[in-house]
Each structure stands twice: as structure tokens, then as C-alpha cells.
T-cell receptor
Framework: KAGVTQTPRYLIKTRGQQVTLSCSPI?????VSWYQQTPGQGLQFLFE???????NKGNFPGRFSGRQFSNSRSEMNVSTLELGDSALYLC????????????FGPGTRLLVL | AQSVAQPEDQVNVAEGNPLTVKCTYS??????LFWYVQYPNRGLQFLLK??????LVKGSYGFEAEFNKSQTSFHLKKPSALVSDSALYFC?????????????FGDGTTLTVKP
């Protein structure tokens, strides 16, 4: 079974631009969660989608948004990029119940210059 | 609110010795606890989880963890460490009553196993 895939793997943007990251979950998984990983803040929860609905949201500004499609693929968008948005963005998928394991993709490393 | 603490930034052990990576947690409902490992420039790999039942949980690559409700701990252990176990380890918690899909992670512990 194929794992979680994320595209692109690496991205360089400049301040003020916007970016869209993509995540394809494991087949059959309906929940997709997004996390931001930085050396200073560690792993921070961004949001979670289940069956195309945002079910949970972390404490990030409105510049961070996401969506999920009917095939469970998810995208996250960051508008008006800031230097502090430089991070590894990780996507995780699961069947969606609380006790289910989340399986992570390799991440997208975003560098904002 | 849910939270996780990994009190040690770094753990160093010699190959062949037992290892322990510590984790304590706080949730308002029943805890669902997870351990992940991260190698450089990679995503997180699932090691093991505790949902309910036996307090000793066995996982991948010879790792195990013991759930202790009274001490709110979920320490990761391995009887005999390998150099290849050197990596960054994360403990995560999810509240069984709420927050489906949202895991709260500790800050991570870097494990270094020396030959």
C-alpha cells in the first residue's frame, strides 16, 4: 500500500507570495491533518479535515488555510508569506477515529526569503 | 487542553545497553498515546501506541512503552540499543474524548547510540 505523499518536497518563495502544498493520503484514509515543524516551536497542529470538512483547527493566523477534496486529497495554502513561515510542513492521514494512528508523509520543506 | 512533556532534549547510551526516553502527558479525557521516530530530512515514522488494555505496549524495531496512569507517563524503552536507533523521538497524545485528528507532540528527544 502506498504511503502518504506530499508535493512538492522543496519550495523556495519570497515574502509576500503565496504557496499551495498538496497531500495525498493512504488509500482508504478519510482524515488528513497538517502540522508545521520548526526548530523553535517543534511540531504544531495546523488543521484537520475529515470527509471534506474541517474538523479541528490549531492556533495559526487566517493566512493558513486548507481544503480537502472528495478523493481525500488535501491542500494547504499560505498567503502573504512571512520569513517565519519557513518550516517543514507535514501531512498525516488516518481513518479518522480518535484512536487511529496517523501516518506521516515526508513533508514539504518551505524556505521563505 | 492536552499537553506532552519530554524532559530530556538528549539521551546518550552505548550500543547494547538499555535505553529509556521519557514522556509525561496531560489530557482531560482518556489518553491515546503515541511514539514516533524521525530521521534527518524525513517525516515521522510510527513506532507504537497505547489506546487501552495492557499497560506494556510492544512496537516496531524492538521498542516498547509502559503506560502509567498514576504518573501520567508513557516512557519508551528498548532492552538493547543499536547505533541505527540514533534519531529524534517524539511522544504524542490525543484526548480520547475530543480532538480527533489533532495530536499534541512533545518537543522531541534526540537519542544518540554510540558504538
Amino acid at each position: 500500500k502506498a504511503g502518504v505523499t506530499q508535493t512538492p518536497r522543496y519550495l523556495i518563495k519570497t515574502r509576500g507570495q503565496q504557496v499551495t502544498l498538496s497531500c495525498s493520503p493512504i488509500s482508504g484514509h478519510r482524515s488528513v491533518s497538517w502540522y508545521q515543524q520548526t526548530p523553535g516551536q517543534g511540531l504544531q497542529f495546523l488543521f484537520e479535515y475529515f470527509s471534506e470538512t474541517q474538523r479541528n483547527k490549531g492556533n495559526f493566523p487566517g493566512r493558513f488555510s486548507g481544503r480537502q477534496f472528495s478523493n481525500s486529497r488535501s491542500e494547504m495554502n499560505v498567503s502573504t508569506l512571512e520569513l517565519g513561515d519557513s518550516a517543514l510542513y507535514l501531512c498525516a492521514s488516518s481513518f479518522g477515529l480518535e484512536q487511529e494512528t496517523q501516518y506521516f508523509g515526508p513533508g514539504t520543506r518551505l524556505l521563505v526569503l | 487542553a492536552q499537553s506532552v512533556a519530554q524532559p530530556e532534549d538528549q539521551v546518550n547510551v552505548a550500543e547494547g545497553n538499555p535505553l529509556t526516553v521519557k514522556c509525561t502527558y496531560s489530557v482531560s479525557g482518556n489518553p491515546y498515546l503515541f511514539w514516533y521516530v524521525q530521521y534527518p530530512n524525513r517525516g515521522l515514522q510510527f513506532l507504537l501506541k497505547y489506546i487501552t488494555g495492557d499497560n506494556l505496549v510492544k512496537g516496531s524495531y524492538g521498542f516498547e512503552a509502559e503506560f502509567n496512569k498514576s504518573q501520567t507517563s508513557f516512557h519508551l524503552k528498548k532492552p538493547s540499543a543499536l547505533v541505527s536507533d540514533s534519531a529524534l523521538y517524539f511522544c504524542a497524545v490525543r484526548d480520547g474524548a475530543t480532538n480527533a485528528g489533532k495530536s499534541t507532540f512533545g518537543d522531541g528527544t534526540t537519542l544518540t547510540v554510540k558504538p
